[in-house]
Structures are given as C-alpha cells and as structure tokens.
C-alpha cells in the first residue's frame, strides 16, 4: 500500500503562483509514474501534468506554459509549481501514484486532494 500526501494548497490571487508538493510513503518500492489531476465543481476530474521515473512529463493542454511538474531522484515526491494562475485553475488538486511490481501488477494511489482557489 502506498500512502499519498499532498500539501501546498491556499488561496491565491490571478496572476498568483503556488507550489504543491505530494509525498508517497509507504510501498515506495516500484513507483514508476506521479502526477497530479484536479476537479473543479461539476466538471470531471482532469490531468494537469504526471512525470515518470525517467523524467518524461506529461502536461494538459490548459496549463502548458504556466506549470511545472518535477520530483525528487528517490521518486517519492512530486511537486507543481503553478505560475499565472487564473480563476479557472480553481479545484481540488489530487495527487496521483503508480506502482507496479511484478506480484502486484499496477497499482492507483490518490491522496486525499488539496483546493487551489485563485480569486481577487
């Protein structure tokens, strides 16, 4: 099992930035893929970026430019920075693990989220 924690989530005004970071504790061993997904009210939950163990990212369309998405070499943390923030980056923000292991198979792991709230 791996537990997932996300922290760094606030109020912001547009234009803002914020930082979010996730830590995996737990069944480290294994962890391949992070990434983060947000959902904003009535709408369904999106990627905003993953990043692999090789380093390989992976942003969605709306917020290429303005985040960034990096992790620690132990692969364990994964962090977004968030620049030019706009009203509609406002939503849950969720951090996202994948594990695989040959016994196992892939594993899915959320934290529990963090709301980023961009408003004047």
């Known amino acids: 099992q791996v537990h997932v924690v996300e922290s760094g989530g606030g109020l912001v005004q547009p234009g803002g930035s914020l930082r979010l970071s996730c830590a995996a504790s737990g069944s480290i061993l294994g962890i391949n893929a992070m990434g983060w997904y947000r959902q904003a009210p009535g709408k369904e939950r999106e990627l905003v970026a993953d990043?692999?163990?090789?380093?390989?990212?992976n942003y969605g369309d709306s917020v290429k430019g303005r985040f960034t998405i990096s992790r620690d070499n132990a692969m364990t943390r994964v962090f977004l920075q968030m620049n030019s923030l706009e009203s509609e980056d406002t939503a849950v923000y969720y951090c996202?693990?994948?594990?695989?292991?040959?016994?196992?198979?892939?594993?899915?792991?959320w934290g529990q989220g963090t709301q980023v709230t961009v408003s004047s």
């Open positions: 996202n693990v994948k594990r695989y292991t040959m016994s196992a198979g892939l594993g899915i792991y």
């Open positions: 990043i692999t163990r090789g380093g390989v990212t």
